[in-house]
């Protein structure tokens, strides 16, 4: 199938700024569902608010756009109800880390066979720019007129410790890179997050000196380097890319069969 | 008969009546008085097939359960004061959206965390308005274990017929008490299943357009129609709109496909009502005091009768106006500072010859209680 089968047309134009990063992430994880040949009415896209999680009217999947912060409990209830379903959820970094963050640990810690994406512009696009969880300090926002005081996330590093069991980082530069990164996410049986550097020009990149969408994909290529690369290894400030656990652990929805077969058991 | 009398509390009687009208998925966060439904339901669904969870808390469960309806399942949470208002976001996004669930509300004191451990009722108007914007919403209630069993299968069966949440007050002296009931035999109460579109794979399915009877069929997540969900206006595709047409006709929808049938939701019971002068308009725990108090005086000829609601939301005005209309006072036996008294005054003819008896002190309002300040509408001293 081609990426337009994917769309719904109907929904068209988008609403993204010219140069967002979330049209390119949207690329790449169409052409991840494209490459695994997934079913369309086996697919699931669940997303809270945002100018990321408009993504999940746009595609011609069942679709569930809810509230801020609260995709993943919305997709935990479909996942648990119908565990053949692929459930991929795309989020702001903010929808998932701010107002979305206890319970994106918690479905992490669950271990629920979902599809977790970060789409992290360091920015509350959709608001006007405000600073998000992962701004970090030093950072000009509306709601930091003096610059951001705020430590910010390390997503990766959170995912982990929160018990994730596939965890990845790429760029919206990097769209190819996403694509196989998000395929292996889809594939894998558990809690999958993939942090994908996105960019906010309108609202981040002018007030931040990182220039338009073109300097701030620049950036992207830049400032990451692959996990066990030469540039890494010389300059371990850069923020690393790919795949950091890929680990087989009991997965949620067929733990909860295991304990469906013993009550049915206990009550004959 | 076997097995079908127990002896059991209020909230087990809740978690009958959601296994007898089908309820397959359960999301919830502990607390008090509710806790024993999420405890009953965690062993009693896997028994057959269903699915509970535990969540992070109130606001991820009622998430959890709008996930859940909408591949088919039918979905209930429970929770209590605190709980009950971490959720209103998420109700208002199951109005918006039309998604059926069942949320129990076991009351406590509140606001805040209030009395954990004793009666109140007075979340009655936060069931009504809690979420934000105009929405209109379905709130049943019930007095005893039987009555309990009963609305919560109609709590299920009004989700599903107008695709919305519905809210089931009860409250902790309900929940908590233990008494008698017979669980009816399957086929003894009616059960409503979803309405799911008969429309073929390649037909445009529209999942907010509804029939000439009012009622919307609905399509499974994961089934042969895709289609948008959202909270934002929106057309009868599911798609976002802000066309002034569209946003008008939806927010009239929502309201009218309730307020239109009322009487058809109405759940209500008399009580020795027929010739009463003096009549105690009650529900949930308060009307077991007001049931005892005025059959203890009709032994002894006061014409007391009680109008128990067994529906506040939509409120039964007609009725109660209808009911009331020759009693020469109404007394409103609640445990909160007036809020179904503000309903029946503004449905009755002379709202002056209404008045309060209520409790708000954690304390269950007696018939003693009741009777202190009948005796004083009636002229006759205390
Ligand atoms: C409960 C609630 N609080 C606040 C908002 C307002 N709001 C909408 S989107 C958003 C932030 C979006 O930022 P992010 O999640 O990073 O997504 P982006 O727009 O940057 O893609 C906020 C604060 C809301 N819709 N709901
Ligand atoms: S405001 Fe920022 S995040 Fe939102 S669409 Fe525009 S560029 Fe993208
Ligand atoms: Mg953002």
Request: charged share 20%; aromatic share 6%.
């Amino acid at each position: 199938m081609a990426i337009q089968d994917y769309l719904r047309q109907r929904y068209f134009p988008h609403m993204w700024c010219p140069g967002c990063g979330h049209g390119t992430i949207l690329n790449s994880l169409l052409r991840a569902i494209e490459e695994l040949e997934i079913e369309k009415n086996d697919l699931v896209i669940t997303s809270g608010i945002g100018c990321s999680a408009r993504i999940s009217g746009y595609v011609d999947f069942h679709s569930l756009h809810t509230m801020h912060g609260r995709a993943l409990p919305c997709a935990t209830g479909v996942k648990l109800s119908r565990p053949h379903l692929n459930v991929i959820v795309p989020m702001g970094d903010g929808d998932a880390l701010a107002i979305g963050g206890n319970h994106f640990i918690h479905a992490a810690r669950r271990n629920i066979d979902i599809t977790a994406i970060v789409m992290n512009n360091r920015i509350y696009g959709m608001t006007g720019g405000q600073f998000s969880p992962l701004s970090g300090p030093g950072v000009n926002a509306t709601t930091a007129p003096y610059k951001t005081i705020d430590n910010s996330f390390d997503t990766v590093k959170l995912a982990i410790a929160a018990g994730a069991s596939f965890v990845a980082r790429s760029t919206a530069y990097h769209a190819q890179e996403s694509t196989d990164i998000l395929k292996k996410a889809i594939q894998h049986k558990g809690f999958s997050v993939v942090e994908i550097l996105s960019q906010c020009p309108t609202h981040y990149g002018r007030k931040n000196k990182e220039g338009d969408a073109a300097s701030m994909l620049e950036f992207h290529k830049k400032n990451t380097a692959r996990i066990g690369s030469k540039a890494l290894e010389k300059n371990p400030d850069l923020t690393p890319r790919g795949i950091f656990v890929d680990v087989d652990t009991p997965e949620y929805c067929a733990e909860y069969e295991k304990i469906i077969a013993v009550a049915s058991k206990e009550k004959m | 008969m076997k097995n079908k009398i127990k002896f059991i509390q209020g909230n087990e009687a809740c978690v009958e009546g959601a296994l007898y009208a089908g309820i397959d998925f359960f999301a919830g966060y502990p607390i008090t008085p509710s806790t024993e439904i999420m405890e009953h339901l965690a062993r009693r669904l896997p028994e057959r097939g269903g699915k509970f969870i535990q969540m992070e808390d109130e606001i991820a469960s009622m998430c959890a359960i709008i996930g859940a309806s909408l591949t088919g399942r039918k979905s209930m949470t429970a929770t209590s004061g605190p709980g009950f208002s971490l959720k209103q976001e998420a109700i208002g996004y199951a109005c918006m959206t039309e998604i059926p669930c069942v949320i129990a509300n076991v009351q406590r004191g509140g606001p805040s965390t209030g009395n954990p451990t004793h009666v109140s009722q007075g979340d009655v108007n936060q069931a009504r308005w809690g979420t934000h914007g105009d929405h209109s919403i379905i709130a049943l209630t019930a007095s005893n274990h039987q009555d309990v069993f009963a609305m919560t299968v109609d709590a299920f069966n009004l989700a599903e017929t107008y695709r919305t949440p519905v809210i089931l007050l009860l409250d902790e002296a309900v929940g908590h008490m233990r008494e008698k009931l017979i669980v009816p035999e399957e086929g003894e109460l009616e059960i409503v299943d979803r309405l799911r579109t008969a429309l073929g794979r390649d037909v445009d399915y529209h999942p907010y357009l509804p029939r000439e009877d009012g009622r919307l069929p609905m399509s499974d997540f994961g089934g042969e129609h895709r289609f948008n969900v959202t909270g934002l206006f929106h057309d009868m595709w599911g798609f976002p709109s802000n066309n002034p047409k569209v946003i008008n006709e939806l927010l009239r929808h929502l309201v009218d496909k309730i307020e239109n049938n009322v009487q058809a939701i109405t759940r209500y019971k008399e009580h020795c009502l027929d010739d009463a002068e003096y009549i105690l308009v009650s529900y949930g725990s308060s009307a077991r005091s007001a049931i005892h108090l005025a059959k203890s005086r009709r032994n002894r000829g006061e014409k007391i009768g009680v109008l128990e609601l067994q529906s506040l939301w939509p409120f039964p005005t007609e009725l109660v106006r209808e009911k009331c209309s020759n009693a020469k006072a109404v007394l409103v036996v609640e445990m909160n500072m007036g809020q179904v008294l503000a309903q029946v005054k503004a449905a009755v003819e002379k709202p002056d010859r209404v008045f309060l008896a209520n409790r708000i002190d954690g304390k269950l309002i007696t018939p003693s209680d009741i009777k202190k300040l009948l005796r004083v509408i009636q002229g006759r001293g205390v």
